[in-house]
């Protein structure tokens, strides 16, 4: 079945940076749009980014543009988030996706979820 685990979750001070990865299993991973989520306390789950089968398509939410890179090896099944220039309001769990098969960039999100990883960044 499907699975997808996160990791690279952490503290950080205000203005550092973090990388997450998400390995895939389960499924072709080549063939499908991946994407990251992220969940703050008392907040509805939120967009973050989304990357396209061969890397070459990405979107991403106003509030991270120009400071989170997504990338993925698809030899390795990894969709990873670089995160620089970390705010205290980036705080939140953050969330792998599987998004549609051969599909573009989306922020909408597909049915399949990572358990999550914690990012708490101190101001």
């Known amino acids: 079945q499907v699975h997808l685990v996160e990791s690279g979750g952490g503290l950080v001070q205000a203005g550092g940076s973090l990388r997450l990865s998400c390995a895939g299993s389960g499924f072709t991973f080549s063939s499908y749009v991946m994407g990251w989520f992220r969940q703050a306390p008392g907040k509805a789950r939120e967009f973050v980014a989304s990357?396209?089968?061969?890397?070459?398509?990405?979107v991403y939410a106003d509030s991270v543009k120009g400071r989170f890179t997504i990338s993925r090896d698809n030899a390795q099944n990894t969709v990873y988030l670089q995160m620089n220039s970390l705010k205290p309001e980036d705080t939140a769990v953050y969330y792998c996706?599987?998004?549609?098969?051969?599909?573009?960039?989306?922020?909408?999100?597909?049915?399949?979820w990572g358990q999550g990883t914690q990012v708490t960044v101190s101001s």
């Open positions: 990357i396209v089968m061969r890397g070459g398509g990405t």
């Open positions: 996706n599987r998004g549609a098969y051969y599909g573009p960039p989306s922020s909408s999100a597909g049915n399949y």
